[in-house]
């Protein structure tokens, strides 16, 4: 029987789908190395596999964070859904794995219980994300470009770089499901939640259907700021940032821990940025992400306090 509660997960699946899908082929539908069409269509099939094949190994980090009953699963997911679908409306990437930690952070202050196994390694993990993807992509970018200025012909150059592209964005998606399916279903598993008990594979194929949904049906306004309005970006550069983003976001994959795709992928396109010269990036937009990433986890967390002391009598 289906527990409608979990469309609470699957809302929250859907916004981040709606925003985060944009930090794969963003900079690529951006610089025209790749149409919208089929850059949403690569990401909801790749972001699918990554979330069945490695999605599992980030569910505990998000569900054994703070201890949940009743209707705080979907509380939380909910909490976490509202503050993403906010941020996409207004054309910010806004990180989702802060959106859900911030949802479950009000929930342990309502509950007079704020304490949370692990939190301290998830902050670290956030700093590290978009200063690591920022290395990576200035490393990569000298070292992969040193090779690409050797082919002399043109088309076998233009025809490679594409191929590459499409290949780091494919990779991309799946680094995308593989970490941050945790962020939409990880709150269900393993928690008494209505009389449901969802396995990790169970949360994982849910959640990852869920962000195909949201790439396909709202993702394009979040895709033309990641690939325009931080700073132009040329083909090379935009394979450079999704291979970057990729394998930041799939270290931390292996590590267990969900972070934020759009913290990464902005780090990747500042690194290219200063390659260019500190004038090429836009810092006001820097800056208005940056703003984001505060206030993404302290209004989910505002939310789903909230709804736990305002809707205590309903939930």
Known sequence: MFNFGIL??????????????????????????????????????????????????????????????????????????????????????ASTSQAIIGALIGIGFANNNPSFNGLLKIVICWIGTPVGAALISFLLYHFLGYFFNKIKNIYVHDRVLKILIILSGCYGAYSLGANNVANTMGVFVGQPFLGLSMTKMQAAAIGGLSIALGTMTFSKKVMETVGKKITPMSPFGSFITMISMAITVHIYTLIGVPVSTSQAIVGTVVGVGIIKGLRAVSFKMVYLIGISWVLTPTLAAIISFLLMRGGAAIF
């Open 8 to 93: 609470g997960g699957v809302y929250s699946g859907w916004a981040l789908g709606s925003n985060d899908s944009a930090n794969i082929f963003g900079t690529s539908v951006g610089s025209r190395a790749i149409k919208y069409t089929t850059a949403i269509l690569l990401t909801s099939i790749f972001v699918i596999l990554g979330s069945l094949l490695e999605g599992p190994q980030t569910m505990d980090t998000v569900s054994n964070l703070t201890k949940l009953s009743g209707w705080m699963p979907f509380i939380a997911a909910a909490s976490a859904a509202l503050t993403i679908t906010f941020m996409t409306v207004v054309s910010i990437p």
